[in-house]
């Protein structure tokens, strides 16, 4: 079986990915920027009297990277597992078995539209903190590797949930007692070392925790913890997520019936 | 063109045995119909062709390819038609047909979509979404949709369920059509008459086995042994003068009309017969069966 088989399939199955969040731009695009600012207006308001943040260092200068990669994985989850679970919802999933494209092309096709997204919501979250805080960041390349790393990872784990869960509720139940919690964990809004007891030790385990310091060290040049031992965990969660993803839509899980 | 060895299926959920050791083989340019009750399995039989389903046994070779093996190569002979209709909220009947054409690698393939709206009745609806179609009209787009890539296979579940007496026939012609030039074509139906009028080979299915598979000519022959024939004299008969025909089961009704069964090969035996006896008979006509009621005999039986 080739891994690469059909080109073409595979690039009209990334544009109708990119094209299905587009038709609905009002939800998929304007909505989070919208309440990425809110955060930013909010907390950065409530909290830069406070104790929190890196020392020396403005408090919304360390929100903006954070609330970038929360932006970015939060859209870049969205993207395929909405798409997905939509077509189930419409009946329209076995579509997918039709068609003469390999496994990891059918992969990628998701997992690079969510990324594609996750990078113009995380793109336009900080281009619209641009006029609380001005433009500076340290290093502008790996600062767009970063978000597009924080966006593939949560695209192939937006396209496990979509594979695996069959209904918008539990969609929305990942979102609700997973993501959002591990990111309000992860350090988007203050440090994890700040956090009370075991609480402070669950950026281990937390995907979140090492792409949130990766964007943040490549804005301001310093960030919480190793940055190495956060690359080497991003470089873990990426291959985790990325094959299972791969197995999932091989097995079929989701989508053809045992 | 298409060839299934050994097929069966059970299901996971429900442990249902939906096949049972199906085998098959359909010839290049065959117009076949898949019979059966609700539940014999014949979307089970589809879904397995289309990669929707995993087979539990079996192995199935399309165009030359195996399924297992080759299972890309298989998707671009094939074009399905499925028997549930999706609604896709978002995208246009046209830029559905498009994006189908680019998932099976045709760039530029407008011409031949117009082709297809326009023998499918659909050109005016292109630039609505599967919203604002009707049942009928979700399932000539689905049709649409199959064809696109120009299938050698093309395989309909239940195509013209829920379409109505006019555009089915116009369905029928283009299948005709379809298959006149050159495409495989394997349908189901719950309306015998359109097997009886589109195929040329019946395959009955009934709870998850092959029980007939025959070309229709044979079939019906087979299952018409006995014949109804029907005279009609311009004056009053009385059934006591057809004392002769008693093996016949002879019935007299209306007066002046004859009915007899008789069993095929002793037809010319009975014209002799009567003929012999001078009856002056001014019409007959012979009921052949209709494919209705030997389906209902074979799932019967
Ligand atoms: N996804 C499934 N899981 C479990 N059992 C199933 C599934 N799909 C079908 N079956 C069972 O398999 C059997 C065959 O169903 P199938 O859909 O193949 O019938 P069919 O011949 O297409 O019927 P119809 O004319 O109603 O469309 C039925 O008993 C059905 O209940
Ligand atoms: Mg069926």
Do not use: W
Not at chain 1, 72 to 88: E, G, R, T, V, W
Not at chain 1, 179 to 192: C, D, K, M, N, R
Not at chain 2, 64 to 88: A, C, H, R, S
Request: proline share 3%; glycine share 8%; charged share 20%.
């Amino acid at each position: 079986m080739k891994i690469f088989y059909n080109r073409l399939g595979f690039t009209v199955l990334l544009y109708r990915e990119i094209h299905r969040f587009f038709k609905v731009f009002i939800q998929t695009i304007f909505a989070p920027l919208l309440s990425n600012i809110l955060y930013l207006a909010v907390f950065g308001g409530v909290l830069k009297t406070r104790e929190v943040g890196i020392e020396g260092v403005n408090y919304l200068h360390f929100l903006v990277p954070g609330l970038t990669t929360m932006g970015a994985l939060m859209a870049a989850f969205q993207n395929p597992s909405f798409s997905l679970i939509s077509q189930k919802f419409q009946g329209t999933i076995q579509d997918i078995n039709s068609y003469p494209i390999s496994d990891v092309e059918k992969s990628l096709a998701y997992i690079l539209g969510g990324t594609f997204r996750g990078l113009l919501v995380g793109s336009l979250t900080y281009i619209a903190t641009v006029p609380f805080v001005g433009f500076g960041i340290k290093n502008i390349p790996l600062f767009i590797f970063s978000i597009i790393l924080t966006s593939f990872i949560f695209a192939s784990i937006g396209l496990i949930c979509g594979l695996t869960l069959d209904n918008f509720e539990k969609m929305n139940f990942i979102l609700a007692i997973v993501i959002t919690p591990l990111s309000y964990l992860g350090g988007v809004f203050f440090e994890v070392s700040k956090l009370p007891g075991v609480l402070s030790h669950v950026g281990n385990i937390n995907p979140i925790y090492p792409l949130v310091n990766i964007t943040r060290y490549s804005y301001l040049g310093i960030a919480e913890g190793n940055i190495l031992l956060h690359g080497i965990l991003a470089f873990v969660f990426l291959s985790a997520s990325f094959i299972t993803s791969i197995i999932l839509f091989r097995k079929g899980i989701g989508i053809k019936v045992r | 063109m298409l060839r299934i060895e050994n097929i069966s299926k059970i299901y996971k959920r429900g442990h249902k045995e939906a096949l049972k050791n199906i085998n098959l083989t359909i010839k290049e340019g065959e117009f076949t119909a898949l019979l059966g009750q609700n539940g014999a399995g014949k979307t089970t039989l589809i879904n397995i062709l289309a990669g929707n389903v995993h087979k539990t046994e079996g192995k199935v070779i399309i165009g030359g390819y195996d399924l297992d093996k080759n299972p890309l190569e298989t998707k671009k002979i094939m074009g399905i038609v499925p028997q549930e209709i999706g609604q896709d909220y978002i995208f246009t009947v046209e830029d559905m047909l498009r994006k189908q054409s680019g998932y099976f690698g045709i760039k530029n393939n407008d011409d031949y979509i117009d082709e297809l709206l326009e023998a499918l009745s659909l050109q005016d609806k292109r630039k609505s979404t599967t919203r604002q179609l009707s049942g009928g009209m979700k399932r000539r787009l689905l049709i649409a949709k199959a064809l696109v890539h120009k299938p050698k296979l093309l395989i309909l579940d239940e195509p013209t369920a829920g379409v109505d007496i006019e555009l089915r026939h116009s369905m029928y012609k283009f299948l005709k059509k379809l298959h006149a030039e050159g495409t495989t074509i394997i349908l189901t139906t719950h309306y015998i008459e359109e097997a009886e009028n589109l195929c040329k080979r019946i395959i009955v299915i009934d709870h998850g086995e092959i029980i007939a598979d025959e070309p229709k000519e044979k079939l019906m022959d087979i299952f018409s042994q006995e014949i109804d024939v029907r005279f009609e004299f311009d004056y009053d008969i009385d059934i006591e003068d057809f004392d002769f025909l008693n093996g016949y089961e002879p019935i007299v009704k209306n007066n002046r009309n004859l009915y007899i069964k008789v069993e095929k090969n002793n037809l010319s035996k009975l014209m002799k017969v009567i003929t012999d006896k001078g009856l002056n008979f001014i019409d007959i006509d012979i009921k052949r069966p209709k494919l209705e009621d030997i389906y209902l005999n074979l799932i019967k039986s």
